[in-house]
């Protein structure tokens, strides 16, 4: 990439080596989140920006450990306001590119509101979800993506909950970048990071990732070999929705209904497949992807379920301010602090 310094214009050339920091990472053996680390560490180069211009801003959790092990800017911040500190840290500083490191329950439970709100506004974040359906840091009491019935050490007879499917709520809150990938499919994780960062607007990633001591095995019939083509449908512009060992299952849409068919059962084809358009701009086919996880029978979709463009909160924040200036001048503290609803008392 190139940058200007004191108007002179140099190239930067950045390896994965150059994000890594020098804190040790301590986070258990054959945890998930080493992998997201380490593709986002060799995906970071490719962002197009400078070290100095990234922050990495995380709550309270296992993977709210993130802003140590990446070599840039960091914010360790408290349980769930992941989002709001990221919001605050892109509007005081609008060329910075801000990411969110956060957990399901860091996120999805006291973050909840933060999070909708950040979506809602299209502030132009990038947040990674690390999902493995559990507390990990608090040792393994159920989460807010858990399934119903999950018995844990705060569900010990099974959760009567049911869980948030993290997708759906992001897209229904509004954010402009969604998509999904696994913490063992390493170079489409990598494609993910790298698309999410080139995203004018809220981006948001979630990651399906193993915690091997709390919940080992929750998406192994997503992630490995053998049982992943049946269980995992890759999403990909333009193409139909086809997957399966032998690529002979596609979806196709009956009515609002996805249904699995056999491609080679002489009655269907390619033809009658779903063709994914992640410009769609009607939100329909969005939700219904979100859906898949919801019934039983349907792989799972992963990759950009959606993309479109917006204004986004931060843009039109400085725009306003901007036009303000242009028109009233710069204020002073003291035309803002006693220009109205002010009193003295003597």
Not at 46 to 74: A, H, K
Not at 253 to 266: R, S, Y
Request: hydrophobic share 35%; glycine share 8%; net charge neutral.
């Amino acid at each position: 990439m190139e940058t200007k310094i004191d108007n002179l214009t140099t190239q930067v050339k950045y390896t994965a080596k150059d994000f890594a920091s020098d804190v040790d990472v301590k986070w258990c053996p054959g945890c998930g989140d080493y992998s997201i680390l380490a593709q986002v560490q060799r995906s970071s180069p490719e962002f197009g920006e400078l070290r100095e211009n990234i922050v990495w801003v995380s709550g309270i959790g296992c993977s709210s450990r993130f802003p140590y092990y990446m070599n840039t800017y960091g914010f360790h911040g408290i349980h769930g306001r992941a989002a709001a500190i990221a919001t605050g840290v892109k509007l005081a500083n609008p060329k910075l590119q801000v990411w969110v490191a956060t957990g399901d329950g860091d996120m999805l439970s006291i973050g909840g509101n933060h999070f909708i709100h950040a979506c809602r506004k299209n502030v132009n974040l990038k947040i990674v979800l690390f999902n493995n359906k559990i507390y990990g840091l608090t040792k393994g009491q159920y989460s807010p993506t858990s399934e119903k019935g999950k018995v844990t050490k705060s569900s010990p007879y099974g959760t009567v909950d049911w869980p948030f499917n993290p997708i759906k709520i992001a897209a229904g809150a509004g954010a402009t970048f969604v998509a999904r990938a696994m913490d063992r499919d390493p170079k489409h994780l990598q494609e993910m990071i790298t698309r999410a960062a080139k995203h004018n607007g809220l981006a948001f990633v979630e990651v399906l990732q193993n915690c091997p001591i709390f919940n080992d095995g929750a998406f192994f019939h997503l992630t490995e070999k053998e049982s992943r083509p049946d269980n995992v449908v890759y999403l990909e512009h333009g193409k139909p929705l086809v997957f399966g060992a032998n690529q002979d299952k596609g979806i196709k849409l009956d009515g609002l209904d996805p249904v699995v068919i056999n491609l080679n059962d002489g009655v269907h084809s390619i033809n009658d497949v779903w063709v994914h358009d992640e410009h769609d701009s009607n939100p329909t086919r969005e939700f219904i992807l979100s859906r898949f996880t919801d019934v039983e029978g349907l792989p799972t979709p992963v990759g950009v379920i959606r993309q479109y463009n917006k204004p986004t909160y931060d843009g039109d924040y400085h725009h306003q301010i901007q036009d303000l200036i242009s028109k009233k001048g710069k204020g002073t503290y003291e035309k803002l602090m006693f220009n109205a609803n002010t009193w003295e008392v003597k």
